[in-house]
């Protein structure tokens, strides 16, 4: 009977255990922020680009 108990007690407490949640909230976090990264990446790459060609474009005329 005492073993039901603690089962029964476990199950109780993984339900309203919020360990889960927390971990999806971080989970969403660390999309998000990766998320940003890559978009500033890739325009900070395309305007480097941009700078590199037109740069490269001012040398050859010289």
Same mark, same amino acid.
């Given at each position: 009977?005492?073993?039901?108990?603690?089962?029964?007690?476990?199950?109780?407490?993984? +339900?309203?255990?919020?360990?889960?949640?927390?971990?999806?909230?971080?989970?969403?976090?660390?999309?998000? +922020?990766?998320?940003?990264? +890559? +978009?500033?990446? @890739?325009?900070?790459?395309?305007?480097?680009?941009?700078?590199?060609?037109?740069?490269?474009? @001012?040398?050859?005329?010289?």
């Amino acid at each position: 009977m005492v073993s039901v108990l603690a089962f029964v007690a476990s199950c109780k407490e993984r +339900i309203s255990s919020e360990k889960g949640a927390t971990a999806t909230e971080y989970s969403l976090l660390v999309a998000f +922020i990766a998320l940003l990264i +890559i +978009i500033g990446v @890739t325009a900070f790459g395309t305007a480097l680009n941009n700078w590199f060609s037109s740069l490269g474009s @001012t040398v050859g005329t010289w």
